[in-house]
């Protein structure tokens, strides 16, 4: 995979706010035919690296590589020109239409002329069921309100929608964190079908496991800054789990739980707590202090 030239090529870019540093000498490539899985907690910098890479921010430092050739995007419609299509969490669709209008929104089929023209609806419904089929998608009526789609295939009809309009690298924006255990793993058959059709797919996302499913390497951001790129063979799970959360806070964390499980065994026993202890000693000189008031 490393003889090719890779779709996006980000090197050593950062992005500043005034003085807030939202990214740091961050690098990372992805391949046709290639899932690269993002990955980093709330507050890591993957939303700012995606608008990097839309073209929504200008990179304050570094170099931007697509197909080979450096880029200075100055809007997002930039980016799409070159292939680049962004599905963000919100989708970008309308509840209340239909399949097929949420999947021409912005690029409407027309048919007619002058005064006469009108939605090619025909032509919509036979094309995006045409495509959502080479998906895996089985759209039986293409005209009903997207809204009465699951979250999982809303995502597809977002990926598909972007594939048709000649995506050839798709940046998805947590497409599974709002969705359940099946809805989820619909959306990650969907990657893995964009994938197989040769498209160059960076997948963002804080959940390891969904990443650990589809991923063929991982870029883990921690704070704006990056701990490199990984393969799986070079990553196992746990090791990803500790790298994106830290392994002094899980470590906190573990002495912390394991506190709450003595005062639980101490309650079991019939004790209490030092929270209960220290609540219950409150109690009792605040009593102590009202009886002395009505002696007096």
Avoid at 34 to 62: Q, R, Y
Avoid at 241 to 259: F, K, T
């Amino acid at each position: 995979m490393n003889d090719k030239v890779p779709m996006i090529d980000v090197r050593h870019i950062s992005k500043f706010f005034g003085s807030v540093i939202a990214l740091s000498d961050v690098s990372m490539n992805v391949y046709a035919g290639e899932v690269m899985c993002l990955l980093g907690d709330n507050g890591a910098g993957k939303s700012t690296l995606i608008k990097a890479l839309s073209g929504v921010h200008k990179p304050s430092e570094g170099e931007y590589y697509v197909e080979g050739e450096a880029v200075d995007f100055d809007s997002p419609r930039d980016a799409l020109t070159r292939g680049i299509a962004t599905v963000y969490q919100d989708l970008a669709m309308i509840p209340l239409m239909s399949i097929a209008r949420n999947f021409f929104l912005g690029s409407e089929p027309t048919k007619g002329k002058s005064i006469f023209k009108r939605f090619d609806t025909a032509f919509a419904d036979r094309v995006a069921r045409e495509e959502m089929a080479k998906m895996g998608i089985d759209v039986r009526d293409p005209s009903q309100a997207v809204g009465t789609l699951s979250g999982g295939e809303r995502q597809s009809v977002a990926i598909a929608r972007a594939v048709y309009f000649g995506a050839k690298s798709l940046i998805l924006d947590e497409p599974t964190a709002a969705l359940g255990v099946k809805q989820a793993g619909t959306v990650l058959r969907y990657i893995a079908q964009a994938r197989s059709r040769d498209l160059a797919v960076i997948f963002i996302t804080h959940n390891p496991h969904h990443a650990y499913a589809v991923g063929d390497r991982f870029t883990i951001l921690k704070r704006g800054r990056t701990f490199g790129t990984f393969t799986r063979e070079e990553l196992s799970r746990e090791e990803m789990v500790r790298m994106m959360s830290g392994a002094d806070e899980l470590d906190a964390l573990s002495h912390e739980l394991e506190e709450f499980a003595r005062e639980d065994a101490l309650k079991d026993d019939g004790g209490l707590s030092d929270v209960e202890q220290a609540l219950a000693q409150s109690l009792e000189e605040s009593e102590e202090m009202f009886s002395q008031e009505e002696d007096e």
